[in-house]
């Protein structure tokens, strides 16, 4: 069992910044993505920026240039610093880990994606 916990919503005013955590714990063998997703009132939640297994960084095309993700391996935490923010980056911010399948410690785990229970992040005009 995987537990994310995350922190660092608000509000601010268009053009302002926010920086969001997300502290992971628990049973991590080995992850597919762990990363940032989004969720505005009546829309589809969508993928904000994740880190790869690779080590590579995905970036929704709307946020590119303004959010930055980052982590520190040592804490199991990842950040999304959110810059120039904008009316329509409101939403409640998840942080997702994808895990991958297999066996670890003498056990089968099968692949599964773990969400935190969402921060908000509100934009003012």
């Known amino acids: 069992q995987v537990q994310l916990v995350e922190s660092g919503g608000g509000l601010v005013q268009a053009g302002g910044s926010l920086r969001l955590s997300c502290a992971a714990s628990g049973s991590i063998f080995s992850i597919n993505s762990i990363g940032w997703y989004r969720q505005a009132s009546g829309k589809q939640r969508e993928l904000v920026a994740v880190?790869?297994?690779?080590?590579?960084?995905n970036y929704a095309d709307s946020v590119k240039g303004r959010f930055t993700i980052s982590r520190d391996n040592a804490k199991n935490t990842v950040f999304l610093q959110m810059n120039s923010l904008k009316p329509e980056d409101k939403g409640t911010y998840y942080c997702?880990?994808?895990?991958?399948?297999?066996?670890?410690?003498?056990?089968?785990?099968?692949?599964?994606?773990?969400w935190g229970q969402g921060t908000q992040v509100t934009v003012s005009s």
């Open positions: 880190f790869t297994s690779g080590g590579t960084t």
């Open positions: 997702n880990l994808d895990h991958r399948g297999g066996y670890y410690s003498g056990s089968y785990y099968p692949r599964y994606n773990y």
